[in-house]
């Protein structure tokens, strides 16, 4: 058969495969689904016949990618049209991208302003799959200051803006997350016990900001509150961090205070409002 009479078969059969180019690096069933998942959103929807047709994969195998997705609440179907859409835990999914970045440009200048009235490092960092990750920072001039490259993942338990974030779920929520991540000891002051946490947390709530007193690395403290978005939830946390000989108990009130009033500033900011208690 001649070339063109190749090219006239495939143009009349079934479409070249977008999964035929060499995928060695990559995980196949995975590649396969986030190509399928995003062909959906592009289209606002399709039938199983359509896909299938549209990225040159067999009708079972998108059907049993489909059921996974759906099974986890990423693809939804419709039964009277037999249609499948994205779902609800796609749009959390995504929503959080959308909320990381619209917290770290709102956040921007308080922090240069928080930095510049205590002196010290300023933080930012929300709750995923429960760490908490540290999205930005604004360094202190101070040369002994701390440090946390943006994406770097900690423990909730150890940290000033993790506990801040704890102290606003549900308790059975944190129970859950102790039971997932457990209570590593980085110091001899980490609370390693969920009452110690719990009742620590509670403090937390009552005065309106929490404190990391050496619990991740001895000699640093840090003092954190949280940011809440439009439903009264938290939504992420800032803080002020840095040596112990510069956060003296004296101190640590006055702190909290205006450390709070950074949090509520980037709150309105992003239109959101703290939950009355």
Not at 177 to 196: M, N, R, V, Y
Request: aromatic share 6%.
């Amino acid at each position: 058969m001649t070339d063109e009479g190749n090219t006239e078969k495939r143009r009349r059969g079934r479409p070249r495969s977008v999964f035929s180019e060499p995928q060695a690096a990559t995980v196949q069933a995975l590649d396969r689904g986030l190509i399928l998942l995003r062909d959906l959103a592009r289209n606002d929807g399709a039938i199983l016949s359509d896909l299938s047709l549209r990225l040159g994969m067999p009708a079972s195998t998108a059907h049993r990618i489909l059921a996974t997705f759906q099974k986890h609440g990423f693809v939804e179907l419709n039964d009277a049209t037999q249609e499948w859409h994205i779902g609800i835990e796609a749009f959390r999914t995504g929503n959080t991208f959308l909320v990381r970045a619209n917290l770290v440009e709102a956040a921007r200048d308080v922090m240069h302003q928080l930095m510049e009235e205590t002196g010290e490092t300023a933080n930012l960092g929300i709750m995923d799959q429960g760490d908490v990750v540290f999205i930005s920072q604004v360094e202190t001039h101070n040369p002994i200051r701390a440090f946390f490259r943006p994406g770097t993942r900690g423990h909730m338990h150890a940290s000033g803006i993790g506990k801040a974030l704890l102290a606003d779920l549900p308790v059975e929520r944190v129970k859950q997350i102790l039971t997932q991540k457990g209570l590593p000891t980085f110091t001899d002051k980490t609370l390693t016990s969920p009452d110690a946490l719990l009742y620590d947390l509670e403090v937390t709530r009552s005065r309106g900001w929490s404190l990391d007193d050496e619990e991740r690395y001895s000699g640093m403290r840090c003092v954190a509150a949280g940011i809440y978005n439009v439903y009264g939830e938290v939504a992420g946390g800032i803080s002020v961090s840095g040596p112990t000989v510069r956060f003296p108990d004296t101190e640590l009130s006055g702190l909290g205070a205006i450390v709070r009033k950074a949090a509520d500033e980037v709150t309105r900011s992003i239109g959101g409002k703290r939950p009355t208690r």
